[in-house]
Structures are given as C-alpha cells and as structure tokens.
T-cell receptor, first 112, second 114 residues
Framework: EAQVTQNPRYLITVTGKKLTVTCSQNMNHEYMSWYRQDPGLGLRQIYYSMNVEVTDKGDVPEGYKVSRKEKRNFPLILESPSPNQTSLYFC???????????FGDGTRLSIL | GDSVTQMEGPVTLSEEAFLTINCTYTATGYPSLFWYVQYPGEGLQLLLKATKADDKGSNKGFEATYRKETTSFHLEKGSVQVSDSAVYFCARRLRGSTLGRLYFGRGTQLTVWP
C-alpha cells in the first residue's frame, strides 16, 4: 500500500532533549516536505526537499533540521526542542514537486 | 507578501444545504491552486486543483474555479452531506524558483448536521 509513514505518532518530552521524527515513503517520490499545524494558523511549511541531498527552508525553519540522504526518508530533527515547538507535524511527498502531495497521519509533539 | 486568505470558520450547515468557502490569494505570477481536506484524526488529502486561469477543479461534488480577475478559488458544493464534515484548506504554489513552497490558508472547519 502506498503511504507516508511518520514515527512516532505521539511524543511528550522535555525542553532541550534532542528528538527526531522520522518520515518514510514507499512511492519513490522525489519531493518531500514537513509542515506544522497550529490552531488558527493552518499549515506552515518547515523544510522541503526536491530530491536526494537537496533541501530548502520553508516559512518556519528556525529550530529544525532535516536531511535527505536517501530518497525514501526525510527525518525532522529538533536539536534543542522548546515549548513553542509543541504542535502537530505532517510529512508529505509527491512524485514531482508540481504534483499533489500525499500526507502522513501526523505526529503530535508536546514539549514541556 | 504572498498569502492565501480563507473565510473564517466554523461553518455549520444542515444536510443538503449549499456550501461556499471563500478563498483569495495574493501572489505575483500565476500560482497553481488547491483545496485539501482533513478529516478528523487524519492527514490532509487533495480534494481538487487548478493550474491556470479559468480552470475548474472538481471532485466528490465539490467544485472550484480559478478566477484570475478576482484572485479567487472559492470552494462550492450544491448539497452537503454529514460525511463532508472536515477542515478544508486552500493552498497555492508559485512557479519558478519557489516551486517547492506550498502556502496554506488557515483552514475552515465545516460541520454538517443531519
């Protein structure tokens, strides 16, 4: 089954403790992207990747890192999480950048 | 700057009512426009899209027409169902060097009562 898989689905952690949210897609898609969803703000793009080893900043990249060492994976790294990064995070992918995106089911992060 | 503006929600309708959710954009150039839907507890799914002026996207009874003269992409459905209850997001993408950037509106919560 074609899908975008995020892990973990839920995480409660503390300020400053490094964490990684993984994202994997099995559709051989070139384009991948991370978003955060906050009440009243909709979705905002954090980082995106047009292909392997190519990443670019979105609207709200501060406090996040990404890597794209292989086509299927696009992990989101919070080196030193802070409470303002408490949010619902979505990973998405598409075959080509101009094609519609497939979204994962989301990861709810709570930073205390 | 460039942005997508959606009508404020929530929107509450009775089954079989007519739905309009307004969306306008500000952008230089000619963006591609999308409507995504998010059902409770799920990720977003593409509902419909339009890539150039006067295009009409349609899916599952929903329609939206790309109006360049009014910079709008309003979502409509003639007769909503309870199963349409969800959050709807308008989004746009520019061409050129920012092709990878996708901008979303704030979302409109729709609740349909039987």
């Amino acid at each position: 089954e074609a899908q975008v898989t995020q892990n973990p689905r839920y995480l409660i952690t503390v300020t400053g403790k490094k964490l990684t949210v993984t994202c994997s897609q099995n559709m051989n898609h070139e384009y991948m992207s991370w978003y955060r969803q906050d009440p009243g703000l909709g979705l905002r793009q954090i980082y995106y990747s047009m292909n392997v080893e190519v990443t670019d900043k979105g609207d709200v990249p501060e406090g996040y890192k990404v890597s794209r060492k292989e086509k299927r994976n696009f992990p989101l790294i919070l080196e030193s999480p802070s409470p303002n990064q408490t949010s619902l995070y979505f990973c998405a992918s598409s075959a080509k950048v101009e094609q519609p995106q497939h979204f994962g089911d989301g990861t709810r992060l709570s930073i205390l | 700057g460039d942005s997508v503006t959606q009508m404020e929600g929530p929107v509450t309708l009775s089954e079989e009512a007519f739905l309009t959710i307004n969306c306008t954009y500000t952008a230089t150039g000619y963006p591609s426009l999308f409507w995504y839907v998010q059902y409770p507890g799920e990720g977003l799914q593409l509902l419909l899209k339009a890539t150039k002026a006067d295009d009409k996207g349609s899916n599952k009874g929903f329609e939206a027409t790309y109006r360049k003269e009014t910079t709008s992409f309003h979502l409509e459905k003639g007769s909503v169902q309870v199963s349409d209850s969800a959050v709807y997001f308008c989004a746009r993408r520019l061409r050129g060097s920012t092709l990878g950037r996708l901008y979303f509106g704030r979302g409109t919560q729709l609740t349909v009562w039987p």
